[in-house]
């Protein structure tokens, strides 16, 4: 090659070289910046939307803020005593609000998160089946306990001092305020916490950990035992397993209101430690603590552990041999995909 040649050939590579260079250095700043972006939104949000930890954070301090400010008001209103035996329109007017307040606060977190709010654990087709389905075990589940405590000695039952127009009354006033107990307590710690947290650890993790915190907040109600907080745990795991093959909380809510309503008002034992006012029948706790429950109630009574257990058996054996899982693959591990609707009847 000819110095003249070598002249005019490498101004012109030096020119390709330099064109190439402005190419690569376009998009690679584009990239940079999408980079940047994504690492400051990578923090809140993931491949789920709002990421879980954050998720549960904010509901729980939404949920808490709106409880702080609301509650002076509350206490002055409905003149709270949690010693005293619980009337059914203070129960009602009680729950309502705490129902509103979680109602609240799931469309604030659907509203962030871009979800329905159906998406809590209220989808899934058959829902009044589940729920009546959940009524009907729930009632049959805390007869077979005080049955079962009458039979062996641990139990008396006493007749019913109300007449047929009180009885009524109180049964429905009652059957309302439980509804909304299980509609509360349902959605509150196997609703979005239980949702959102199996997006972040796995569902049985959710679960455990929700289970132990259902039984630990019964704590406060006076006449609780250790037993009673044990079973109260193991009644949530119950409810969670529902959870599991269903994929909604029908059958947990209707189980939970008719347990209570049944152990309340029919056979009108303590529940947890709380003694309902305006009751059917009446229930006196004989001989052993463990096998009694005492002051607990049935929840007390070593009896319900064999009880749970059959339930759940039953349960495993009715809904696995013919349902898949909605959380199927998010057992002990967090989701990497949408939790889609229950596809069981």
Known sequence: MTESEDRLTTPATEHDEGSASSKESGPQAERDEAVA???IR??????????????????VAAFAALVIALSPLLKHVLHYNPKAPMRPFTGIVSEGIDVLILLAVLWFMSAIEQRPILSYGYQGRARL???????????????????????LGYARLDGTTLTAG??????????VMFFLVGVFEESMLRGYLQFTLTRGVGFWWGALLFSVLF??????????????????GAVGLVFCLSLWYTGSLWWAIGFHAAWDWGESYFYGTADSGLVTRGHLLREHSIGSILMS?????????????????????????WWGRKERSPFAGAGWRPVRRSIPESSST
């Open 37 to 39: 972006k994504r690492d």
């Open 42 to 59: 990578w923090v809140f949000f993931g491949a789920q939307g709002l990421r879980a930890g954050w998720g549960v954070g904010l509901f």
């Open 129 to 151: 089946v589940r729920l009546f389905a959940g009524m009907l075990w729930g009632f049959a589940a805390i007869s077979a306990l005080v049955l079962a405590m009458w039979g």
């Open 166 to 175: 009180p009885a009524i009354k109180y049964a429905i006033l009652w059957g």
């Open 215 to 232: 039984g630990a907040m019964h704590g406060h109600n006076p006449g609780e035992s250790p037993v009673g907080l044990f079973s109260a």
């Open 293 to 317: 429950g005492g002051k607990t109630g049935p929840e007390g009574s070593l009896l319900i552990v064999p009880l749970l257990v059959v339930i759940a058996i039953v349960m495993v054996l």
